[in-house]
């Protein structure tokens, strides 16, 4: 406000703006961190987009922080937009304050220059995570090859000569030996091996694998991937069914940090020094991904002697290391009889043979049955759903916050339009497949249509993020749940994010009972016992009791409806009503619910996109998605 009582200086213009950047940053700190900034002095700052996250490295940010005075300990949280700096004394901490605030730093992946914000912190807390073990069954071996056979090695890979076996893949430069491995369908053609066998140059080097007994099998395959900083490998098992148990991998040229994911949503990063080998078997090998993140900068440990293995959690040791060209040797043993590992979830071999038994809903049984239980059920219901339908989540919100202001972003299957108008700096559109809803968003004058979420009208990569809120667990199959998935991402354009919640199996996490179990009422209606109504026969599903434990992935989750002003019972509706739900007016919907690591695991067979965040909120598993 423009105050003219002459009392206070009168700030510069460019004074002004730090000091509203300043509160924005400090004001974000708090929301999405936690982080409470106090007006007071103190020797502790946090250092807002100084962060490694923002490509900030430490030794960069040491030198800046320096200037000002001695720096006790400045703690760099591995993908975070911020930092801590803690001097020896409160004075030079001041200094700091006012001579770095708002000043520019080029990132060490610079495009633009980052503006720093300080400001002062009582404490500092950072959530020290243990530093992780390796999944069981990896190994690496350090200085596996000598630089001289390193040298050779990649010298002697003909890049140029073009045959089927050389792909130039969009996130990196391939060529196999052996076998072809086709990345239509994960697999090699097992009657088909290619002509030379696996090259000379690699002889040695599988020599000495079996001579100090690293391996069982003898390799016949062999995938040569080249990697340019920013370039990477999407999160993946190598098919069970393509190749036996060892699978090795030497890294040349440069080293890299491999993400290692067990479905359960814990992520191991590990450090692959340059010419070391991994060997992956046993569990590594069959149920944990393996994958590369495309960035031009790996997050690493810097105490010296720490280069391989686990990247630890601490804070305090962690900086940024710039990639350079890496290539890889995978060499794999074919496999020609079925994988029968201890991992059936993740085993192609051995899920052919469950999905020999009859279906239990066929695929035109499924889109029947969502039909009757699910759109035929939202419309019918739209007022009294969206009566029970006000509060955002708060993890939603957030989502939603943090996207860039401008952001074009699609509510796919919006419901009552619950999120479309919680962040007034995007440009939302919602859809969804009843009308009814539909309408009640319109009337709130929001944006929306009614459209199936397995076909978007929508150019792909249209938007900048999506969001698919309880709506994938409407899918009666697995392949249509897919779908939508791939659907969702289709819109996507490239680096664009998706937020996914579906309801969880598990309604009780980490020893917390959700929100939908604690709301036990007694008023919930009948029990599924009491429900003998036409449609409960009808159903070929088990019919769920409401506010307990799920005790079947596949269900009908009973709505016990009730007059809203929107929806007026007329003695003509009611009967009609009580015709086709009974007289308690009960309706079904279908839902397919979630076990734990299953819809991270469905997205992390979609080759395009990169799981960013996977969590439980409230009774729901939920992920983060960021198309590559
Ligand atoms: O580059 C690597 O080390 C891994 C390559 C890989 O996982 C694959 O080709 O399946
Ligand atoms: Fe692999
Ligand atoms: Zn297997």
């Not at 730090?18 to 700190?29: F, N, S, T, V």
């Not at 804070?315 to 496999?335: D, M, P, W």
């Not at 007022?383 to 939603?396: A, D, E, M, V, Y």
């Not at 916050?401 to 339009?417: R, T």
Request: neutral net charge; contains cysteine; proline residues 6%.
């Amino acid at each position: 406000m423009g105050s003219i009582d002459g009392t206070r200086p009168k700030l510069s213009k460019d004074n002004k703006k730090l000091l509203k950047k300043q509160a924005k940053a400090k004001h974000i700190l708090l929301k999405h961190e936690g982080i409470e900034t106090v007006l007071h002095l103190s020797q502790s700052l946090v250092v807002a987009n100084g962060g490694l996250g923002n490509g900030v490295s430490r030794q960069q940010l040491l030198a800046v922080l320096e200037r000002c005075g001695k720096v006790e300990t400045l703690l760099m949280p591995p993908n975070k937009p911020y930092a801590f700096v803690t001097y020896s004394s409160a004075e030079e901490a001041i200094k700091a304050y006012s001579s770095l605030s708002g000043q520019e730093l080029c990132g060490e992946d610079a495009e633009q220059p980052i503006t720093l914000y300080l400001s002062f912190v009582e404490k500092v807390v950072v959530k020290e995570v243990l530093s992780p073990s390796l999944p069981p069954g990896l190994i690496i071996v350090e200085d596996f090859v000598s630089p001289e056979q390193e040298r050779t090695m990649l010298e002697s890979i003909d890049w140029d000569s073009e045959t089927s076996s050389q792909k130039s893949l969009k996130h990196r430069r391939v060529k196999h030996y052996g076998y072809e491995f086709r990345y239509d369908n994960n697999n090699v053609d097992k009657d088909k091996p290619l002509p030379g066998g696996l090259p000379d140059f690699c002889t040695e080097a599988l020599r000495k694998c079996v001579q100090i007994g690293l391996i069982k099998h003898d390799p016949d395959q062999l995938t040569i991937n080249q990697y340019e900083p920013g370039q990477g490998i999407p999160p993946h098992v190598d098919t069970h069914s393509a190749f036996e148990d060892e699978i090795l991998s030497l890294s040349l040229g440069a080293e890299i940090v491999m993400d290692f994911k067990h479905p359960n949503g814990s992520v191991v990063p590990v450090m692959l020094p340059q010419r070391s080998l991994l060997i992956m078997s046993g569990e590594s090998r069959y149920l944990w991904t393996h994958g590369i993140t495309p960035r031009k900068f790996d997050v690493i440990q810097v105490s010296e002697g720490q280069t391989v293995g686990t990247i630890s959690g601490n804070s305090g040791e962690l900086t940024l290391s710039k990639r350079s060209t890496r290539t890889s040797f995978t060499f794999r043993k074919v496999r020609h009889s079925p994988c029968d590992c201890a991992f059936p979830s993740e085993c192609d071999s051995q899920q052919t043979q469950k999905e020999k038994s009859p279906p239990t809903v066929g695929e035109l049984g499924a889109s029947t049955l969502e039909r009757e239980y699910v759109h035929k059920v939202y419309d019918d219901i739209a007022g009294h759903f969206s009566s029970t339908r006000h509060t955002p989540w708060p993890k939603i919100g957030d989502f939603l916050a943090s996207l860039p202001k401008g952001s074009l972003v699609a509510d796919v299957g919006c419901g009552n339009g619950k999120y479309l108008g919680v962040n007034k700096d995007l440009c939302m559109i919602g859809c969804d497949r009843s009308k009814n809803l539909v309408d009640i968003c319109r009337e709130r004058t929001f944006e929306a249509f009614v459209c199936d979420a397995l076909s978007v009208p929508f150019r792909a990569g249209a938007f900048d993020a999506c969001i698919s809120i309880a709506v994938i667990h409407h899918f009666a199959t697995e392949e249509r749940r897919i779908a939508a998935l791939q659907e969702l991402i289709r819109l996507l354009r490239k680096g664009g994010k998706a937020l996914i919640y579906v309801w969880a199996l598990e309604q009780e996490y980490k020893k917390n009972k959700s929100k939908y179990l604690k709301e036990s009422k007694t008023s919930q209606g009948p029990s599924s016992d009491a429900l003998g109504t036409n449609l409960a026969v009808k159903a070929p599903l088990p019919i769920h009791t409401n506010r307990t434990s799920f005790h079947s992935q596949d269900l009908l989750v009973p709505w016990h409806l009730k007059p809203t002003n929107k929806s007026k019972v007329t003695p003509e509706n009611k009967e009609q009503n009580e015709k086709e739900h009974g007289p308690d007016s009960v309706y079904h919907r279908f839902y397919h619910v979630f076990c734990e690591g299953e819809l991270e695991a469905m997205c992390n067979r979609l080759s395009n996109v990169a799981v960013q965040h996977s969590y439980h909120d409230q009774g729901n598993w939920c992920v983060i998605l960021e198309k590559l």
